[in-house]
């Protein structure tokens, strides 16, 4: 199984300054198809989860222009440019490119 | 719009069984491959398993802790996909989502399923 690491696990951020989290898989995330699968999603306090990002970098319909992806292979950033207090929860990578799909832990975003 | 509607869930006892219905509109179901997911309470999100659309024909797959017990089906006619669950344990205990594949881009507001005496 392809293993999903992501650090921080939690992380406080004051409002208005930019976020970072990184997700590390432990093989490439490439599939045959030439594509990445890896997204990351948001799940806010009593919400479902909700995509942010898909294939490493893009951006899904209504999310803010102030949520970013990148990397590529086994390496992957989501930042986030200037941090809103709307945007408390957890945040987890997952990638779906190799059964079975596997998750990161989930990063802890909360506001100083 | 794409809606994604699970129900099914409930109380259910240890080694019992229960069928979850994912009911899907607003998109052509039947071209879709569709996930299983779970969230214990207070935990992370687990892949549960993938069912494929009428046009990529292939097995089903599943994550090793369902496997001989979870099954996955769907009635293309009715857009619904359906998880059967059997020999449930207390583990299973969780919120069930399903999306399409590749990107679950879009989720519901899940089922919950408690095993519990």
């Known amino acids: 199984d392809i293993v999903m690491t992501q650090t921080p696990l939690s992380l406080p951020v004051t409002p208005g300054q930019p976020a970072s989290i990184s997700c590390r898989s432990s093989?490439?995330?490439?599939?045959?198809?030439?594509?990445?699968?890896l997204c990351w999603l948001q799940q806010r306090p009593g919400q479902p989860p909700r995509l942010l990002i898909y294939?490493?970098?893009n951006r899904f319909s209504g999310v803010p222009e102030r949520f970013s992806g990148s990397g590529a292979e086994t390496d992957f950033t989501l930042n986030i440019s200037r941090v809103e207090a709307e945007d408390v929860g957890v945040y987890y990578c997952m990638q779906a490119t190799q059964f079975p799909y596997t998750f990161g832990q989930g990063t802890k975003l909360e506001i100083k | 719009e794409v809606q994604l509607v699970e129900s099914g869930g409930g109380l259910v006892q240890p080694g019992r069984s229960l069928r979850l219905s994912c009911t899907a509109s607003?998109?052509?179901?039947?071209?879709?491959?569709m996930n299983w997911f779970r969230q214990a309470p207070g935990k992370g999100l687990e892949w549960v398993g993938f069912?494929?659309?009428?046009?990529?024909?292939?097995?089903?797959e599943y994550a090793a802790s369902v496997k001989g017990r979870f099954t996955l089906s769907r009635d293309d006619s009715k857009s619904i996909a359906y998880l059967q669950m059997n020999s449930l344990k207390t583990e299973d205990t969780a919120v069930y989502y399903c999306?399409?594949?590749?990107?679950?881009?879009?989720w519901g507001q899940g089922t919950m399923v408690t095993v519990s005496s």
């Open positions: 999306t399409r594949d590749p990107e679950p881009k879009n």
């Open positions: 069912i494929r659309g009428k046009v990529y024909p292939g097995p089903t």
């Open positions: 093989q490439s995330l490439v599939h045959n198809d030439g594509n990445t699968y």
């Open positions: 294939k490493i970098s």
């Open positions: 607003g998109f052509t179901f039947g071209n879709y491959a």
